[in-house]
């Protein structure tokens, strides 16, 4: 069978054996649910309720500002508490919406739809609807990516089922778990976007899901392809390289390539929607590290990340750094106060710090050039910026680093590269 990979990339250990084979148990909501009103790449959404309002789940909260932007809905019925500022997990203060929940559950509208009567705009309208955005982590509102932009077409749909994040297992644990409904998703999004190839990806230290999806695929006109597993696998542009071989042109879509890929989450998201007209109110996330019971849970967005600690039994000795998503693209946070966004792929808890290296002058090795999925020279960007010459670290490329931590993790003098590449762009951007 052949196995694909990307030039480039790293083997980090992996650490998903620690909750692979937690099944996801659901999460009662608790009594106050925070919801932030940017939870998606784009403009953050309007606010349409308003202290006093009284909600049930699903009932719509945050509206649709721009182009790209996303609907947002109460993931609990009860009353809007206060509307005020909150911590979030991707950084800073976000405008929330404080919910009181009153434990009773009830859903704002539900349906029982036959899906194969649905046209392909429909399935569009409804993922607007319903805010779907993608959940591998990027929250990028999926209506906008299955809807090309005039001139282009999708011709193959790519479902990533790579996880290719250490310690995150909870898109493993939906494809063991639920890997009818994420096919029927993915089908839905083949409907809407006019594709008739679709292949699920899924990285080969995931035999038990390429098994489960084995048995499945023929029915669902699915293939598999199956990845060689290395980081940063599950990035769109490595993934459409190491199965098409196309390359995304710099500054490009993957439409321009004619791929659209979708996680496997976010199309199970996308069946549920059609199916029962459930918008996102919920995801599954891997908790792990140094907590007494890592776990994988379906929980309620909003749910503040201490509840979630709780439930895996606690801090297991004193949390040194909390992670929201995995150890390589993951954010820091300073707080376990910010709740779960659409984005959140996992909670993620070190008791110690993990690298001892010390930092040195760079030793020009070239491993960062070498395992830099994008081709580009991390080791001569960095010179450049440390000099405060960002103009010619944007001729270097700096602007198409996708921040995926290789460089750095291979580097032996412990390099700050990705925080100064973000800093470039922060000064580039202005
Ligand atoms: S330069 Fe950017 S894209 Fe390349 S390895 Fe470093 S972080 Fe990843
Ligand atoms: S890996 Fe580190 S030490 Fe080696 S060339 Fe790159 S920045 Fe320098």
Redesign the pocket.
């Known amino acids: 069978m052949k196995r694909y990979t990307f030039p480039g990339g790293i083997h980090p250990k992996e650490n998903k054996s620690i909750t692979e084979d937690k099944k996801i148990t659901e999460i009662q909501p608790p009594d106050e649910i925070i919801v932030p009103l940017s939870q998606h790449t784009g403009s953050p959404s309007k606010p349409i309720v308003e202290k006093g309002s009284k909600v049930h789940i699903g009932t719509k909260i945050g509206e649709i500002t721009g182009f790209i932007s996303a609907n947002i809905h109460s993931p609990v019925s009860g009353e809007v508490k206060k509307m005020d500022t909150h911590p979030h997990p991707s950084g800073g203060e976000i405008l929330s919406v404080f919910i009181t929940n009153d434990g009773k559950d009830e859903w704002e509208n539900v349906s029982d739809r036959d899906v194969e009567s649905i046209s392909g705009g429909d399935i569009i309208e409804i993922v607007k609807e319903a805010g779907i955005v993608g959940l591998g982590g990027a929250a990028f509102p999926t209506h906008v990516k299955m809807s090309p932009p005039k001139g282009k077409q999708y011709d193959t749909l790519i479902l990533n089922g790579s996880e290719c994040e250490p310690y995150l297992t909870c898109d493993y644990r939906l494809m063991v778990e639920r890997p009818e409904d994420i096919l029927l998703g993915g089908r839905l999004i083949a409907r809407a976007i006019g594709v008739k190839r679709c292949i699920i990806a899924i990285e080969e230290n995931k035999p038990e899901a390429i098994r489960k999806m084995e048995k499945i695929v023929g029915r669902y006109d699915f293939e598999i392809s199956t990845l060689i597993t290395k980081y940063p696998e599950g990035a769109e542009k490595q993934l459409i390289w190491a199965i098409t071989e196309e390359e995304v042109p710099t500054g490009g879509l993957p439409v321009d390539v004619g791929v659209c890929v979708q996680n496997v989450g976010t199309a199970l998201a996308v069946y549920e929607a059609v199916k029962y007209n459930k918008p996102l109110i919920e995801r599954a996330i891997t908790v792990t590290g140094a907590v007494k019971r890592p776990s994988n849970f379906k929980v309620r967005i909003g749910t503040p990340f201490k509840e979630l600690i709780e439930k895996a039994g606690g801090y297991l000795g004193i949390p040194y750094k909390l992670i929201s998503g995995g150890p390589m693209m993951g954010i820091s946070q300073y707080t376990d106060d910010v709740p779960v966004v659409k984005g959140t792929t996992g909670i993620l808890v070190f008791k110690e710090e993990t690298n001892s290296l010390v930092r040195?002058?760079?030793?020009?090795?070239?491993?960062?050039?070498n395992v830099c999925p994008m081709n580009l020279m991390?080791?001569k960007i960095?010179a450049y910026i440390e000099n405060g010459d960002f103009s010619n670290a944007k001729e270097l490329g700096v602007l198409d680093c996708m921040e995926c931590g290789s460089?750095e993790y291979?580097?032996?003098?412990?390099?700050p590269?990705v925080h100064n590449i973000k800093l470039a762009k922060l000064r580039l951007s202005k």
């Not at 291979?410 to 390099?415: D, F, G, K, L, S």
Request: glycine share 4%; proline share 10%; net charge positive.
């Open positions: 040195t002058a760079c030793i020009r090795c070239g491993r960062c050039i991390p080791t960095l460089c291979i580097c032996p003098a412990r390099r590269i």
